[in-house]
């Protein structure tokens, strides 16, 4: 079972180039995440999704763009990079309850980003 | 403005000590309440997770107890070893329509040998 899996692990870009970071997840969870988290200022969420086809801004979504066309997947762009999105960026999933209730979150390793 | 607060930020403790940290959040309009322990480099790892029903839940070593009207979660380690030495971090769910958790700082325990 391998749970929540993101790619890659670590990317150097220059400053005004794309990306998208893949997050993938096995569990058939419906709510996916993502952080950034920067040293002193802990983690914070990016964008979120409640299902397929469903996604929200979170707390710093400038700069950042997703899409859920499966359960499975919530890759996350970056339109143009700047060095103030260097940071390690963590992908998140977990089971919805009724209510609006998440159950235990798993996460994956994370992928670390420096931009230059 | 919901928040969590982690303190201490660190702690160093011999091995074999009993250790509390504490987690404290601002409204107590939450739905549940995630400790996790995140490794230098890597990502997070469920340590414990309390329902806003429950008072606490139990993992091995680990005691996680929850005390919503006084916004106080603590996370108790018994007889600590240097493989406890990480980061832990509490998070909670708050009542809000994004369902995401709001993460504390963390508090960087080291346990020596």
């Known amino acids: 079972n391998a749970g929540v899996t993101q790619t890659p692990k670590f990317q150097v870009l220059k400053t005004g180039q794309s990306m998208t970071l893949q997050c993938a997840q096995d569990m058939n969870h419906e709510y996916m995440s993502w952080y950034r988290q920067d040293p002193g200022m802990g983690l914070r969420l990016i964008h979120y999704s409640v299902g397929a086809g469903i996604t929200d801004q979170g707390e710093v979504p400038n700069g950042y763009n997703v899409s859920r066309s499966t359960t499975e997947d919530f890759p996350l762009r970056l339109l143009s990079a700047a060095p103030s999105q260097t940071s390690v960026y963590f992908c998140?999933?977990?089971?919805?309850?009724?209510?609006?209730?998440?159950?235990?979150?798993?996460f994956g390793q994370g992928t670390r980003l420096t931009v230059v | 403005k919901q928040e969590v607060t982690q303190i201490p930020a660190a702690l160093s403790v011999p091995e074999g000590e009993n250790l509390v940290l504490n987690c404290s959040f601002t409204?107590?309009?939450?739905?549940?309440l995630q400790w996790f322990r995140q490794d230098p480099g890597k990502g997070l790892t469920s340590l414990l997770l309390?329902?806003?029903?429950?008072r606490e839940q139990t993992s091995g070593r680990l005691n996680a107890s929850l005390d919503k009207s006084s916004g106080r979660s603590t996370l108790y380690i018994a007889a600590s070893q240097p493989g406890d030495s990480a980061t832990y971090l509490c998070?909670?769910?708050?009542?809000?329509?994004?369902?995401?958790?709001?993460f504390g700082s963390g508090t960087r325990l080291q346990v020596q040998p």
């Open positions: 998140a999933s977990s089971y919805s309850e009724a209510a609006g209730v998440n159950t235990e979150a798993f």
């Open positions: 998070a909670v769910q708050f009542h809000t329509g994004r369902r995401a958790l709001t």
């Open positions: 309390i329902q806003s029903s429950q």
């Open positions: 409204d107590s309009a939450i739905y549940n």
